[in-house]
Structures are given as structure tokens and as C-alpha cells.
């Protein structure tokens, strides 16, 4: 639109006389008194002329230079009040950028804009310049109707197709990629739904992303505890509660407080872990792999504590068999998010160590293994072979089998560095402080073994963070 605005200026002989603009007359005013402030002589440009004519303040400048930018430009361009001053004051030495200019040119009609960081022309203007209503109500109406596209802006379906495989897969292959993989990739997938939630203003788009970034984070806490970083595992197990809280989906809560109970127990906080094993399960909406995971850990901590009896009927409980109850994280999902057979077996195993039933620990451990082994080798978890193992050494050493014991520790000398969790180390200090029992004292086979077992820990080269020889034994491989 274009108004036309010229202005002329009318000079006094009068003292202290103050000159106005208008575009359709001038008027000298006569002397003021000394009381009053200095008249305003001359106007440095043509944008201060038409700001002052509008009665615009720097904020209402502002808000009409931001509101016209989304609808010229795409975008938002802001105004800082120092540059406004500039601008007005005829001090620029060159022109805005290029779309700071489109968006003067729009606001007051004024091509090209330049000419309003010039003075104001000294001629007669042919129009009356009045405030256009017509305009501003057009522009307040493309303003409301730019944010109510805002407001019902999606992303592609294909998008969020996409994410949701990629945390499937993720989740799926966890166990046959390394830690720090999975962390660094499970990071990436948090980033890109969070950036499509600031995408996208339909509900359930937010929902269903909201549940993927909780996903994520819950994977992330996962991988953290795996490469010994407790502290970093705790604060993202929260997050992903969180997350399962503003989703309202409960199978993410339960899964984040099983590894929160688990967390707790290697913080030598074993009854913690309990509380936190129980509140979890008695979250609504959990299938039977989220309840079959939860005793699992439960019985674990009683086991710690020295509750046998607590401790066996949480095993009882976590060995019935698998019905018909799903849900869509532990059983939809699955994979990392899931309790195979072999891992309840293996960590089954542990808590019957930890009562001190060697038997039923090495019947375990020898369960955990054939179901391992009667995979094919790319499903086959490392951390879970290696930890299943290293339980069945610990049963051996507990009937004194040293031989036994070494034989048993073959399937762990091959786990790769890369692979070597923290549950695992935890299981492999459990057996390095077994070897050093009273029976097994100047045995050549039990010191080397030791030894071995000193380098097996080593051999990450720092990338397990607060493990050591002689810790507690996992609640999880």
C-alpha cells in the first residue's frame, strides 16, 4: 500500500518558534514560554515523521515490524530499541538487510525504503495521510489467521512412521550393538522428537512423540547404568518417568522404576530398590513381561537384605509362566523393553548366589545358557552370555569345583571389550573375590584364573566408569 506521505515544513522568524508536520497544512507556533521544553526544530528522517504521526511508541513499532515480518518474510525479524533509535535518527551509514527493508516497505508504503532513512521532503503533500483502519484491520486478520495455521500445524505421518521404527530397531537390537552406540543413537532419536514436537500442534502428534522421546531416554538410562555411569542413569530414569507421566502411559513409568529400583540397589541401597520394585508394579496397565521384570528385581534386593523367604516368593512370582496380559512398551515394543527367558534365567540366578543355593544357582546359569545358545549368533546378547557364564563359575566355586569353575569361564574370556557391561564386571568381581576363599588358597589354577579375571576388567581401557573388583553382584545383567 502507499500513502503518499510528503510533508512540508513551514520555517518561523519567530524565537523558539516549533515546527510541525502535517500533510495537509503547516502551522508556525508562536513563542513558548522558558518553562517549556525546546521545540523540536527538525525531524532527521522520513520514519521518524511517520512513527511520530502514528503516535507509535518503540514497542508498538516493534510488535507491527514483528507481525508484518511473519507475513512478508515467513519469519520473525525483531527490532532492538537501540537500533530503532538509529534508524529513526538518520545516523545509518548503510541500509538494513534486505528483509528488514521489505518489511518497511510494507508497513508504510514508502519504495524503496531508503527514502525513510532520508529527511523528510520539503513539498506539499497531495493526500491528507490518515490512519489506514482498513489496513490495519486486513493485517490484524492475516496475523490471527497465521497463528491459527500455527496451531494446527502437523508433521508427515511418514515422519513419525519413521522415529518409531527407528526406537523400535533400537531397542531391538540393543543387546547385539555396543553401549555407547546405543547412547549416542538413542540420543539422536530424543533430539529429532523433540524437534517434531516443535513441530507439530495436533495432540496426538504431541502425545505419541512425547512417548518416543520417553523411550529414548529410558534406553539412554539403560546404556548409562551398562557403562557404570550411575548418577547419569538415575537422572534419565526419572526423565523417562516423567515422560510416561505427561503421556500418561504407564508401561514407560513401570519400566524407568524397575531400573530406578535396580540403580538404587547398586547404590547399596537395597530396600530402596524394593519400594521402588513394588510402586512400580503396582502401576496399572502392565502386561505380563513388565510384572515378570519387576519380581525379578524385587527378588534380587531381598535377596541382598537377607529376607529369603520375601526373596524366594518374588522368584516363585517371577518365574510363573508369560500369559495373555500385553502392553504396548514390554510386549509391543520389546527388545531392551522386554524380560527375555534367558535373561530371567540368568538374573534369577544371581539372587539364588546370593542366598547362597549353589545348585539352584547353577541350574539357572546352565538355562540362562542353553537358551542363549539356542539362538542364532547375531540374536545372541554378549553382556547376557557373559553374565550367565560368569553365575555359572560362581555356583562351581561355591561347591568348590575349581575346574568346573574354569571351564565354565571360557564363554567369558571371548565377550568383547566393547561389550563388557557393568552388569557383567559385577558378575566377574563376584567371582574374582570367590577365588579367593580359604580352600582355593595356594592354588596355582585359582591365582591365575584371578589374574585373568584382573585383565578381563582392564581391558575397556576406562570406558567403564565406577566398576571395581569385589562390588556388588547385578540385579540385571
Known sequence: ?????????KRCDAPSARVLLSG?????????????????ADVPTLLKALVIERVWSYRDFEDMFRRTARRVVGFELTVSEPQFRRWTSGSLTKLPRAEACRVLEEIFGVVPAGRLFQAPELQLAETQPSYDLEAEIAMTARDAQDRAGAAAQSVSDISLDQLRED??????????????????????LRDEAEALRDRTAVPTQQQELVIIAGQTCALLAVSAFDLGSLDGAKRLSRTAA?????ARFTPLQAFAGGTLAYIAYFNDQPAEAVRFAQA???????????????????????GHLGNVEAALQALRTSEEPVGTRRDDLHEGVGGEFGFSDERLAMSNGSTYLLLGDGPNAEAAAQ???????????????????????????????????????????HRV?????????????????????????????????????GERLEDFHRAPAGAQRGVAPGSRSALEG
Not at 516423567?242 to 505427561?246: D, F, N, S, V
Not at 512400580?280 to 531381598?302: C, F, H, N, S
Not at 547375531?378 to 562351581?396: D, T
Open 1 to 9: 500500500m502507499s500513502h503518499g506521505y510528503l510533508f512540508t515544513v
Open 24 to 40: 495537509e497544512s503547516h502551522t508556525c507556533l508562536s513563542r513558548r514560554t522558558e518553562s517549556e521544553e525546546p521545540a523540536t
Open 167 to 188: 526406537v523400535l530397531t533400537l531397542a531391538r537390537g540393543y543387546n547385539t550393538i555396543t553401549s555407547a552406540d546405543v547412547f549416542h543413537r538413542a540420543k539422536a
Open 242 to 246: 516423567l515422560y510416561g507421566e505427561i
Open 280 to 302: 512400580a508394579q503396582a502401576i496399572p496397565g502392565l502386561g505380563d513381561i513388565a510384572r515378570r521384570r519387576l519380581a525379578t528385581i524385587e527378588a534380587r534386593a531381598y
Open 367 to 409: 538355562r540362562a545358557l542353553q537358551l542363549i545358545e539356542s539362538r542364532p549368533t547375531a540374536q545372541q546378547s554378549p553382556p547376557v552370555l557373559g553374565g550367565a557364564a560368569a553365575n555359572h563359575a560362581a555356583a562351581r566355586l561355591l561347591s568348590g569345583d575349581l575346574d568346573g569353575a574354569e571351564d565354565a569361564l
Open 413 to 449: 574370556w571371548v565377550i568383547p571389550a566393547q561389550q563388557r557391561v557393568h552388569g557383567l564386571l559385577e558378575r566377574t568381581s563376584s567371582v574374582r573375590h570367590a577365588l579367593t576363599a580359604q580352600q582355593f588358597h595356594g592354588s596355582a589354577t585359582a591365582a591365575a584364573l
